[in-house]
């Protein structure tokens, strides 16, 4: 049970990322007893923050749920001021779910169909065919089958590809071969896709070993933290020949310097941590649905475990 709130609340708004205009009326029409602020100029009840303006979490004493606006919620847990023994949620987003489906399956097609190599031709006017393969002949790994990963390896599966997948505990998702070896996950793999959360176990795990398992000629796409990657290692591998492409969104540190040699190789494939974004409009009803719940005493949702790190 959660401690009960007044029937109106206070909702504190605090994001240096997020367009409050895009969030602010959704709140107001579906939240119209409670208050939302921009300040904390009052008691807060609710803080909705996705990289709080500095000094913001510090000014929470009193709040009784902490909901992220993002999936991911590493940057809030590594921060000395967030408040000890609150409830930290973060965003399950159907919005931003389907978002990075669609990413996934637009670079594990890029690779696939080898439209890398083809832009690469254009540039040098090279009328080259290259031997096609099917689906059915790639395996497509994945690191990470919760919100993301599952939904990812659905997607993947009806399109035909063979669907292996990473996560900490054992899983079973029909028609997905899963495990909690990485090292298996990685040698049957074609293309490796991380979407894991990124903790003290899962730093680094994009390194020379994981890499040089996945099979010759395959890729790897990043979409979940700069901090999975060694990207000298990366560098390596897409040098020597073993893996044709990479695909990554995400970099350690962002946004990625101008002079970092990822910019510009040939084999990198590179977006401005873009591949899923919140949506208000889908994102709003989960928020609303986890206040409701706090105020009616109701066990929330998408809770973080501290220890565990996501
Ligand atoms: P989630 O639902 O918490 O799922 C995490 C998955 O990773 C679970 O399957 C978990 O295993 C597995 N995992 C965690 N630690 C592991 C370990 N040590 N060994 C093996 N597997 C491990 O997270 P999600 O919602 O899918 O999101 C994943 C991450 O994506 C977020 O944390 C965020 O950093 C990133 N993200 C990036 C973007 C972007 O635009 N680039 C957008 C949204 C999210 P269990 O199932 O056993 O727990």
Redesign the pocket.
């Known amino acids: 049970m959660n401690a009960t709130i007044a029937a109106r609340v206070n909702i504190l708004f605090a994001s240096e990322t997020e367009n409050a205009e895009d969030w602010i009326p959704l709140l107001e029409r579906s939240l119209p007893r409670d208050r939302i602020l921009l300040r904390p100029e009052a008691p807060i009840d609710v803080a909705l923050v996705a990289t709080p303006p500095p000094g913001t979490l510090e000014n929470l004493r009193g709040v009784k749920l902490i909901q992220s606006l ?5 940057k809030l847990l590594a921060d000395p001021a967030l408040p000890k023994g609150v409830p930290l949620a ?1 965003l ?1 987003d159907p919005g ?2 389907a ?2 489906s669609e ?1 996934v399956l637009a670079h594990v097609l890029d690779w696939h169909r080898q439209h890398y190599a083809y832009r690469a031709q254009q540039h040098e006017r090279r009328w080259h065919r290259h031997r096609q393969y099917l689906a059915a002949d790639r395996t497509v790994g994945l ?9 990812a390896a659905r997607k993947l599966l009806a399109l035909g590809f063979n669907v292996a ?7 079973a998702i029909e028609g997905v071969k899963c495990s ?1 070896d ?1 090292r298996s996950v990685a040698s049957m793999s074609d293309a490796l896709v991380c ?5 003290s ?2 730093k680094d ?1 994009l390194n020379a070993s994981v890499l040089g398992k996945i099979k010759k000629g395959g890729c790897v796409i990043n ?3 700069g901090g999975h990657l060694v990207d000298g290692e990366l560098i390596a591998a897409l040098d020597s020949g073993h893996l044709a492409h990479a695909y990554l ?2 970099f350690e540190p962002e946004p990625l310097p101008a002079d970092n040699a990822l910019w510009r190789h040939p084999k990198v494939t590179l977006t401005p ?6 949506d208000a409009r889908t994102a709003v009803p989960r928020i609303v649905e986890n206040i409701e719940r706090l105020r009616s005493g109701r066990p929330l949702l998408n809770v973080v475990d501290v220890e ?3």
Do not use: F, I
Not at 70 to 74: A, F, T, Y
Not at 143 to 151: I, N, R
């Open positions: 993002w999936m991911g919620v590493e973060r399950v931003m779910v978002a990075m990413t690191l990470g089958l919760g919100e993301l990963g599952s939904d997948g990473w996560s900490r505990r054992p899983k909690t990485l979407l894991l959360p990124l903790t176990q899962t795990v979409l979940a933290r969104d995400v941590h873009a591949a899923a974004l919140t565990r790190g996501y």
